[in-house]
């Protein structure tokens, strides 16, 4: 893999897809087998899943935007629901995944819009259309939310998250060779920012991880370089044990989120698959021709497969490199 050639094409995704396919997929005995798996799966009707394991060490392989992987097949993978791309991590420590009901499910949304960001300078963030938003995505899921002023701290998170399976978090976000930072709020709603292994530590204190935490905020999945990857909170959520973690590989523009954001979560709330999900949602910000569809980035525990225990319709073929 030509890391230099990648890093010159990085601000053409397609070719730096392209790129990437083939230096996964040329050798030949990985390319039968792709072959024939998908074949299998087309027969069969169902999706592929294409699950990513990198050594923990390996992080200049870590900060490649595997979520641009394009063939001639399928086009970009990871805007395709039949092939589910993963970034899987192996969490060892991590408490089991008991089945749970979808009835049962309860999600806690945290909406950060201190009053001060424009000192510094950062956007607004509309707070009341945020959580109005999410309340009627998550639909019948109950939900608590932190997005009146001065709600949104690392205190009232860590206070609530017991009772969440679902954390989606809308924040602005930071990141450089110095380390990551969420920008929270404190009790007077001025900004509070947050370095991620803070925010880390407190995620895992709590007495039960959430199933799925999504994170609105940029660069939480670290800035395509090494240095920045280590640091990032999506990862180190992962590697902490939570078994699904959405998070931004870049900066994530407004129009973006706003319309990945609803798809992404009625998905979610029909078959609780995250995999599934996250590939319709891409797919629909693709067609709008939005430059920054591959932002979003999944890392997700092995054996995971669902919110929930998935329907019968939803099982898939797997196949892991």
């Known amino acids: 893999m030509d890391l230099a050639e990648l890093r010159a094409a990085e601000l053409n995704p397609e070719r730096y897809g392209r790129l990437l396919a083939d230096a996964l997929f040329s050798a030949p005995a990985i390319a039968a087998l792709i072959s024939e798996v998908r074949t299998a799966a087309i027969a069969a009707s169902l999706p592929l899943e294409l699950r990513l394991k990198i050594p923990a060490d390996a992080t200049e392989l870590h900060a490649l935007r595997w979520e641009r992987l394009w063939t001639n097949d399928e086009g970009p993978l990871a805007a395709s629901e039949r092939v589910l791309l993963t970034r899987c991590v192996d969490c060892p420590s991590g408490s089991p995944l008991d089945p749970r009901p979808k009835n049962g499910m309860r999600a806690l949304v945290v909406v950060a819009a201190p009053t001060?960001?424009?000192?510094?300078?950062?956007a607004q963030i509309d707070a009341t259309w945020w959580a109005r938003q999410a309340?009627?995505?998550?639909g019948s899921i109950s939900t608590v939310l932190l997005a009146a002023r001065g709600q949104a701290t690392?205190?009232?998170?860590?206070?609530?998250?017991?009772?969440?399976?679902i954390l989606y978090v809308v924040c602005h976000g930071t990141i450089n060779r110095q380390g990551a930072h969420l920008w929270l709020e404190q009790e007077d709603g001025q900004c509070d920012t947050v370095p991620a292994e803070r925010f880390v530590e407190r995620i895992k204190a709590a007495s039960r991880l959430p199933r799925l935490v999504?994170?609105?905020?940029?660069?939480?999945?670290?800035?395509?370089?090494?240095?920045?990857?280590?640091?990032?909170?999506?990862?180190?959520?992962?590697?902490a044990g939570v078994p699904a973690v959405i998070a931004m590989q870049a900066r994530l523009s407004l129009a973006t989120a706003t319309a990945l954001m609803p798809p992404l979560f009625r998905a979610l709330t029909r078959h609780g698959r995250v995999d599934r999900a996250l590939a319709a949602a891409r797919a629909g910000v693709l067609a709008l021709h939005r430059p920054d569809w591959w932002v979003p980035t999944l890392f997700m525990r092995d054996k995971f497969a669902g919110l929930w225990a998935p329907a019968p319709s939803t099982r898939s073929m797997r196949t892991r490199r």
Not at 154 to 165: C, F, H, M, S
Not at 219 to 235: E, K, L, M
């Open 214 to 239: 999504v994170l609105v905020s940029c660069h939480s999945a670290g800035a395509g370089d090494p240095d920045t990857f280590a640091s990032a909170v999506g990862p180190a959520l992962a590697r």
């Open 135 to 138: 309340r009627e995505q998550l």
């Open 154 to 165: 690392l205190a009232n998170i860590g206070e609530r998250l017991a009772d969440a399976d």
């Open 116 to 122: 001060d960001l424009a000192d510094y300078p950062l």
